[in-house]
T-cell receptor
Framework: NAGVMQNPRHLVRRRGQEARLRCSPMKGHSHVYWYRQLPEEGLKFMVYLQKENIIDESGMPKERFSAEFPKEGPSILRIQQVVRGDSAAYFC???????????????????FGAGTRLSVL | QQPVQSPQAVILREGEDAVINCSSSKALYSVHWYRQKHGEAPVFLMILLKGGEQKGHEKISASFNEKKQQSSLYLTASQLSYSGTYFCGTYTSGTYKYIFGTGTRLKVLA
């Protein structure tokens, strides 16, 4: 959906460098999901955030990966000391807030940005 | 835990029909269907909230059998533009986590 903005669209990093991926949600949406998609695979949940709060980071690798969604500005997915295995497409999606988890989220539709394709040399 | 889709891949000629199935081992509160074209973002197609619900979008429709924890996507009189990978998706019970199905690659030939 054109309303969710991700940048950059393509990012090339050498092993050991840091990658910063940005996501601005649709107007009126206060929640952001991040997903990783390896070549020829499906999207895998990484983290769910609202402004100034990480709600669920159960899909995030334990090391080198972090995410934030500050009060002002876009959500940032940060990958430190990148390795070749980090090469993937990273998508964010935004959604309206939900009153709770599980069944309370059932109606929430996520709208995706165009993704950032990270290549690690 | 990831919903399993079948078939994994299907090739059609324009005008032919296809059915894509999504089956979960866990209870489903809702099912969402997305289509993703190569190199692009997933695009939301439809949401099914209740068992027995059926929805339609142009010549694409879907059903949701809550008891069987299954959903099916029906593509009628397929067009070239239907080519892509179709994913079902759902929120995980008791969490905020969202999981996509294994995906079905659909290719429509002229």
């Amino acid at each position: 959906n054109a309303g969710v903005m991700q940048n950059p669209r393509h990012l090339v990093r050498r092993r050991g460098q840091e990658a910063r991926l940005r996501c601005s949600p649709m107007k009126g949406h206060s929640h952001v999901y991040w997903y990783r998609q390896l070549p020829e695979e499906g999207l895998k949940f990484m983290v769910y955030l609202q402004k100034e709060n990480i709600i669920d980071e159960s899909g995030m690798p334990k090391e080198r990966f972090s995410a934030e969604f500050p009060k002002e500005g876009p959500s940032i997915l940060r990958i430190q000391q990148v390795v070749r295995g980090d090469s993937a497409a990273y998508f964010c999606a935004s959604s309206p807030p939900s009153p709770g988890q599980g069944r309370f989220l059932a109606k929430n539709i996520q709208y995706f940005g165009a993704g950032t394709r990270l290549s690690v040399l | 835990q990831q919903p399993v889709q079948s078939p994994q891949a299907v090739i059609l000629r324009e005008g032919e029909d296809a059915v894509i199935n999504c089956s979960s081992s866990k209870a489903l509160y809702s099912v969402h269907w997305y289509r993703q074209k190569h190199g692009e973002a997933p695009v939301f197609l439809m949401i099914l909230l209740k068992g027995g619900e059926q929805k339609g979008h142009e010549k694409i429709s879907a059903s949701f059998n809550e008891k069987k924890q299954q959903s099916s996507l029906y593509l009628t009189a397929s067009q070239l533009s239907y080519s892509g990978t179709y994913f079902c998706g759902t929120y995980t019970s008791g969490t905020y986590k969202y999981i996509f199905g294994t995906g079905t690659r659909l290719k429509v030939l002229a």
